[in-house]
């Protein structure tokens, strides 16, 4: 559940979790759940199919977005952009940004963009979940993104090993030398709250953890 606290702003749940108010309600779980989606699908997809205008670096303008996801889905006539910004301000992983009017996904697009994102504060080493028949292949050929524009690299072991889960139950983890590739040229930018992308990571600056490391 979404809600507004008049103190602390936006949170999900059903009570603050700074001053345990129960605060304004905004959207129920399912509400929630579609509207995440409908972002998803127009910010890293398929804009066009909304009618929604897309700069090169990812951002359209809230307004115009509010006012596709009206027309086109009766659920949400009652949308406004403060239940977008409360979307963006609450979600655990940092999947989108907000600013100046303005919204974008940071991360898991189909579309070509040159993505308006921070290159600077990026770990020394970054982890790429894969699985053991994939690993030795991606040792020798470097990283490269399949069905998305970017690679996407985790900033723990923890995150790398869940987004693994989702391919397969027993994850291999790479590990990325992000420190050296970037000082030979890589560029490697800060997306969501845990992932970094970029376009390329070539195998010198890769290797294979070791289970015992990883577990």
Known sequence: MLKECRSHGFFRGEIC????????????????DLLGRTLAGVLRHFPQRYGVEMDEHGWVDLRD?????QIRQRKFRFLKPHHIIALIQTDPKGRYKFDEGRVMATYGHSIELDLDLPTENIPSILYYPTTEEECGILLE????????????????LESAMEAGHVRTTNPVIIEVDAEKAREESVVIKKAGKFIYITTEVPPEYLSRMEETEVT
């Open 65 to 69: 977005l509010v006012t596709a996801i």
């Open 17 to 32: 979790p700074n001053c345990g108010s129960k605060g304004k309600f905004l959207l129920n779980e399912n509400e929630l």
């Open 141 to 156: 050929i470097g990283l490269r993104p399949a069905d998305r524009q970017w690679v996407h690299l985790s900033d723990t």
